[in-house]
Protein backbone atom coordinates (compact mmCIF):
# COMPACT_ATOMS: atom_id res chain seq x y z
CA UNK A 1 0.00 0.00 0.00
CA UNK A 2 1.60 3.33 -0.91
CA UNK A 3 1.31 6.55 1.83
CA UNK A 4 0.59 8.27 -1.42
CA UNK A 5 -1.14 7.78 -4.67
CA UNK A 6 -2.04 10.69 -7.15
CA UNK A 7 -4.08 9.56 -10.18
CA UNK A 8 -4.36 11.68 -12.85
CA UNK A 9 -4.66 14.91 -10.61
CA UNK A 10 -5.13 18.23 -12.47
CA UNK A 11 -5.20 21.37 -11.49
CA UNK A 12 -6.24 24.19 -13.09
CA UNK A 13 -6.91 27.55 -11.64
CA UNK A 14 -9.17 29.85 -13.29
CA UNK A 15 -8.95 33.90 -13.39
CA UNK A 16 -10.99 35.98 -15.96
CA UNK A 17 -10.74 34.56 -19.21
CA UNK A 18 -7.27 32.68 -18.41
CA UNK A 19 -6.38 29.00 -17.27
CA UNK A 20 -3.54 28.00 -16.12
CA UNK A 21 -2.77 24.47 -15.71
CA UNK A 22 -0.60 23.83 -12.79
CA UNK A 23 -0.94 19.96 -12.85
CA UNK A 24 -1.63 18.35 -15.81
CA UNK A 25 -2.36 14.59 -15.14
CA UNK A 26 -0.18 13.66 -12.63
CA UNK A 27 0.15 10.54 -11.60
CA UNK A 28 2.62 9.21 -8.50
CA UNK A 29 2.78 6.74 -6.18
CA UNK A 30 5.19 6.94 -3.45
CA UNK A 31 6.08 4.09 -1.20
CA UNK A 32 5.85 4.17 2.69
CA UNK A 33 9.49 4.90 3.69
CA UNK A 34 10.63 6.48 0.61
CA UNK A 35 12.11 9.82 0.57
CA UNK A 36 11.46 12.13 -2.73
CA UNK A 37 12.95 15.38 -4.10
CA UNK A 38 10.59 17.62 -5.95
CA UNK A 39 12.28 20.17 -8.36
CA UNK A 40 11.62 22.61 -11.53
CA UNK A 41 11.77 25.80 -12.62
CA UNK A 42 9.24 28.48 -10.38
CA UNK A 43 5.86 28.11 -11.61
CA UNK A 44 6.11 24.30 -12.46
CA UNK A 45 3.23 23.35 -10.05
CA UNK A 46 5.27 21.79 -7.45
CA UNK A 47 3.84 23.73 -4.70
CA UNK A 48 0.47 22.90 -6.15
CA UNK A 49 1.53 19.19 -5.79
CA UNK A 50 2.70 19.82 -2.92
CA UNK A 51 -1.27 21.53 -1.35
CA UNK A 52 -3.12 18.84 -2.86
CA UNK A 53 -0.91 15.81 -1.64
CA UNK A 54 -1.29 17.95 1.38
CA UNK A 55 -4.74 18.14 1.57
CA UNK A 56 -4.91 22.39 1.33
CA UNK A 57 -5.86 21.94 -2.06
CA UNK A 58 -8.41 19.98 -4.52
CA UNK A 59 -7.59 18.69 -7.79
CA UNK A 60 -10.00 19.93 -10.42
CA UNK A 61 -9.93 16.07 -11.35
CA UNK A 62 -8.82 13.30 -10.30
CA UNK A 63 -7.81 11.55 -7.49
CA UNK A 64 -5.31 11.58 -3.78
CA UNK A 65 -5.14 8.29 -1.45
CA UNK A 66 -3.24 8.73 1.24
CA UNK A 67 -2.27 5.80 3.23
CA UNK A 68 -4.88 4.16 1.83
CA UNK A 69 -7.92 6.74 2.51
CA UNK A 70 -9.31 8.09 -0.65
CA UNK A 71 -9.21 11.62 -0.06
CA UNK A 72 -10.52 13.55 -3.41
CA UNK A 73 -11.71 11.30 -6.23
CA UNK A 74 -12.47 12.22 -10.22
CA UNK A 75 -16.27 12.11 -8.78
CA UNK A 76 -16.31 13.96 -6.32
CA UNK A 77 -15.43 17.26 -7.98
CA UNK A 78 -13.32 19.65 -6.05
CA UNK A 79 -14.78 18.59 -2.87
CA UNK A 80 -13.41 16.35 -0.11
CA UNK A 81 -14.60 13.18 0.81
CA UNK A 82 -13.06 13.25 4.74
CA UNK A 83 -13.05 15.92 6.85
CA UNK A 84 -9.70 17.51 5.91
CA UNK A 85 -8.69 19.32 8.74
CA UNK A 86 -8.88 16.67 10.65
CA UNK A 87 -7.39 14.37 8.37
CA UNK A 88 -4.24 16.83 8.18
CA UNK A 89 -3.82 16.93 11.49
CA UNK A 90 -3.86 13.20 12.43
CA UNK A 91 -2.07 12.01 8.81
CA UNK A 92 0.44 14.91 7.35
CA UNK A 93 3.06 16.73 8.44
CA UNK A 94 3.96 20.36 6.75
CA UNK A 95 7.76 21.95 7.07
CA UNK A 96 8.46 25.20 5.54
CA UNK A 97 11.03 27.64 4.22
CA UNK A 98 11.13 29.07 7.51
CA UNK A 99 10.26 27.45 10.90
CA UNK A 100 7.38 29.62 11.73
CA UNK A 101 7.66 29.09 15.44
CA UNK A 102 5.47 30.23 18.16
CA UNK A 103 7.83 33.02 19.55
CA UNK A 104 6.63 32.90 23.20
CA UNK A 105 6.23 29.04 23.35
CA UNK A 106 9.72 26.96 24.07
CA UNK A 107 11.33 24.33 21.49
CA UNK A 108 9.44 21.84 23.51
CA UNK A 109 6.14 23.53 23.65
CA UNK A 110 5.96 24.81 20.42
CA UNK A 111 6.02 20.54 19.52
CA UNK A 112 3.69 19.50 22.31
CA UNK A 113 1.15 21.75 21.39
CA UNK A 114 0.37 20.00 18.21
CA UNK A 115 0.55 16.61 20.20
CA UNK A 116 -2.27 18.57 21.95
CA UNK A 117 -4.72 19.67 19.84
CA UNK A 118 -5.10 15.87 19.03
CA UNK A 119 -5.98 15.46 22.43
CA UNK A 120 -2.90 13.89 23.75
CA UNK A 121 -2.38 14.78 27.43
CA UNK A 122 0.05 17.94 28.18
CA UNK A 123 2.33 15.35 30.39
CA UNK A 124 3.39 12.25 27.71
CA UNK A 125 3.11 15.62 24.70
CA UNK A 126 5.86 16.92 26.60
CA UNK A 127 7.30 13.46 27.35
CA UNK A 128 7.26 12.46 23.66
CA UNK A 129 8.30 16.65 22.50
CA UNK A 130 11.59 15.95 24.40
CA UNK A 131 11.85 12.67 22.50
CA UNK A 132 11.87 14.41 19.73
CA UNK A 133 13.88 16.85 20.01
CA UNK A 134 16.75 14.36 21.59
CA UNK A 135 16.27 12.20 18.06
CA UNK A 136 16.46 15.73 15.91
CA UNK A 137 19.87 16.38 17.50
CA UNK A 138 18.03 19.80 19.56
CA UNK A 139 16.74 18.23 23.20
CA UNK A 140 19.92 20.24 24.68
CA UNK A 141 17.41 23.24 23.56
CA UNK A 142 14.14 22.15 24.48
CA UNK A 143 13.66 24.78 26.88
CA UNK A 144 14.88 27.55 24.55
CA UNK A 145 12.94 30.32 23.04
CA UNK A 146 13.07 30.49 18.73
CA UNK A 147 14.98 33.60 19.15
CA UNK A 148 17.34 31.73 20.74
CA UNK A 149 18.22 29.00 18.14
CA UNK A 150 20.00 29.40 14.80
CA UNK A 151 18.33 28.89 12.07
CA UNK A 152 19.14 25.16 11.49
CA UNK A 153 18.24 24.86 14.92
CA UNK A 154 14.90 26.12 14.54
CA UNK A 155 13.99 24.16 11.56
CA UNK A 156 15.07 20.85 13.15
CA UNK A 157 12.22 22.04 16.00
CA UNK A 158 9.73 22.66 12.91
CA UNK A 159 10.63 18.96 11.87
CA UNK A 160 10.01 17.95 15.23
CA UNK A 161 7.09 19.49 15.32
CA UNK A 162 5.64 18.10 11.74
CA UNK A 163 6.60 14.88 13.14
CA UNK A 164 4.80 15.29 16.18
CA UNK A 165 1.69 13.29 15.35
CA UNK A 166 3.38 10.58 13.37
CA UNK A 167 2.33 11.44 10.36
CA UNK A 168 2.64 8.67 7.34
CA UNK A 169 3.39 11.90 4.66
CA UNK A 170 5.44 14.35 5.64
CA UNK A 171 5.64 17.16 3.06
CA UNK A 172 8.45 19.98 2.72
CA UNK A 173 8.45 23.31 0.58
CA UNK A 174 12.00 24.45 0.02
CA UNK A 175 12.90 23.61 4.16
CA UNK A 176 17.09 24.31 3.45
CA UNK A 177 16.43 27.61 1.53
CA UNK A 178 17.63 29.74 4.66
CA UNK A 179 20.41 27.27 5.40
CA UNK A 180 23.91 27.18 4.74
CA UNK A 181 25.26 23.96 2.68
CA UNK A 182 26.54 21.82 5.74
CA UNK A 183 23.54 22.66 7.68
CA UNK A 184 21.05 21.78 4.36
CA UNK A 185 22.80 18.59 4.08
CA UNK A 186 21.87 17.80 7.35
CA UNK A 187 18.36 18.56 7.20
CA UNK A 188 18.34 16.54 4.13
CA UNK A 189 19.71 13.46 5.66
CA UNK A 190 17.08 14.19 8.39
CA UNK A 191 14.43 13.61 6.50
CA UNK A 192 15.56 10.63 4.35
CA UNK A 193 16.13 8.90 7.97
CA UNK A 194 12.72 9.82 8.63
CA UNK A 195 11.44 8.52 5.80
CA UNK A 196 13.67 5.20 5.92
CA UNK A 197 13.07 4.34 9.86
CA UNK A 198 9.89 5.69 10.44
CA UNK A 199 8.09 4.08 7.19
CA UNK A 200 6.60 7.73 6.37
CA UNK A 201 6.35 8.86 2.86
CA UNK A 202 8.27 12.26 2.03
CA UNK A 203 8.52 15.10 -0.38
CA UNK A 204 10.92 17.65 -0.01
CA UNK A 205 10.45 20.19 -2.86
CA UNK A 206 13.73 22.01 -3.27
CA UNK A 207 15.94 24.12 -5.72
CA UNK A 208 18.65 22.91 -3.79
CA UNK A 209 21.05 20.37 -6.07
CA UNK A 210 23.90 20.09 -3.77
CA UNK A 211 22.01 16.91 -1.38
CA UNK A 212 20.29 14.78 -3.80
CA UNK A 213 22.40 12.06 -2.52
CA UNK A 214 19.86 11.52 -0.10
CA UNK A 215 16.61 11.39 -2.02
CA UNK A 216 15.20 7.53 -3.22
CA UNK A 217 13.68 9.46 -5.66
CA UNK A 218 14.03 12.29 -8.20
CA UNK A 219 11.04 14.20 -9.32
CA UNK A 220 10.66 16.92 -11.92
CA UNK A 221 7.95 19.08 -12.62
CA UNK A 222 7.78 21.25 -15.88
CA UNK A 223 5.06 22.68 -17.35
CA UNK A 224 2.29 20.89 -15.24
CA UNK A 225 3.88 17.62 -16.18
CA UNK A 226 5.59 15.09 -13.50
CA UNK A 227 8.55 12.64 -14.85
CA UNK A 228 11.57 11.09 -12.87
CA UNK A 229 14.69 10.78 -12.94
CA UNK A 230 16.44 7.51 -12.57
CA UNK A 231 20.11 9.18 -11.29
CA UNK A 232 20.24 12.72 -8.79
CA UNK A 233 23.42 12.83 -11.60
CA UNK A 234 20.57 13.53 -14.25
CA UNK A 235 19.91 16.34 -13.25
CA UNK A 236 21.50 19.23 -14.20
CA UNK A 237 22.83 21.72 -11.93
P1 LIG B 1 5.97 26.36 -8.36
O1 LIG B 1 5.73 26.00 -6.94
O2 LIG B 1 6.63 25.27 -9.14
O3 LIG B 1 6.71 27.66 -8.53
P2 LIG B 1 3.11 26.84 -8.45
O4 LIG B 1 2.48 25.55 -8.11
O5 LIG B 1 3.22 27.87 -7.39
O6 LIG B 1 4.56 26.55 -9.09
O7 LIG B 1 2.35 27.49 -9.69
C1 LIG B 1 2.05 26.78 -10.88
C2 LIG B 1 1.24 27.69 -11.81
O8 LIG B 1 -0.05 27.90 -11.27
C3 LIG B 1 1.86 29.05 -12.02
O9 LIG B 1 1.62 29.45 -13.35
C4 LIG B 1 1.10 29.92 -11.05
O10 LIG B 1 1.06 31.25 -11.52
C5 LIG B 1 -0.27 29.29 -11.06
N1 LIG B 1 -0.99 29.47 -9.79
C6 LIG B 1 -0.63 28.95 -8.59
N2 LIG B 1 -1.51 29.26 -7.64
C7 LIG B 1 -2.46 30.02 -8.24
C8 LIG B 1 -3.67 30.65 -7.80
N3 LIG B 1 -4.07 30.56 -6.54
N4 LIG B 1 -4.39 31.33 -8.70
C9 LIG B 1 -4.03 31.41 -9.99
N5 LIG B 1 -2.91 30.84 -10.47
C10 LIG B 1 -2.13 30.14 -9.62
P1 LIG C 1 23.39 25.46 13.49
O1 LIG C 1 23.95 24.14 13.83
O2 LIG C 1 21.96 25.48 13.81
O3 LIG C 1 23.64 25.99 12.14
P2 LIG C 1 25.06 27.69 14.14
O4 LIG C 1 26.41 27.20 13.72
O5 LIG C 1 24.31 28.62 13.28
O6 LIG C 1 24.13 26.44 14.49
O7 LIG C 1 25.16 28.32 15.58
C1 LIG C 1 26.08 27.83 16.56
C2 LIG C 1 25.58 28.23 17.94
O8 LIG C 1 25.30 29.64 18.02
C3 LIG C 1 24.33 27.49 18.29
O9 LIG C 1 24.53 26.77 19.49
C4 LIG C 1 23.28 28.53 18.44
O10 LIG C 1 22.52 28.30 19.61
C5 LIG C 1 24.01 29.84 18.54
N1 LIG C 1 23.27 30.82 17.74
C6 LIG C 1 23.30 30.94 16.39
N2 LIG C 1 22.50 31.93 15.97
C7 LIG C 1 21.93 32.44 17.07
C8 LIG C 1 21.01 33.50 17.31
N3 LIG C 1 20.47 34.23 16.33
N4 LIG C 1 20.67 33.77 18.59
C9 LIG C 1 21.18 33.04 19.59
N5 LIG C 1 22.06 32.04 19.43
C10 LIG C 1 22.43 31.75 18.20
Redesign the pocket.
Given at each position: LPGLSLRNVTKQ?V?GDTV?T?LNDVNLDLRKGECAALL??????????LMIAGCLMAPTAGSVIIDGNVLYDSTAGERALHDDREFRRKHIGFVFQKAHLIPFLTAVENVQVAMEINDVRPSEARERAQVLLDDLGVGDRAGNLPRQLSGGQQQRVAVARALANEPSLLLADEPTAALDAQRARQVMELFQHIAHKRGASVIV?THDHRALEHFDRILM?QD?RLSERSEPSEVAT
Open positions: FSVAGPSGAGKSTLVQG
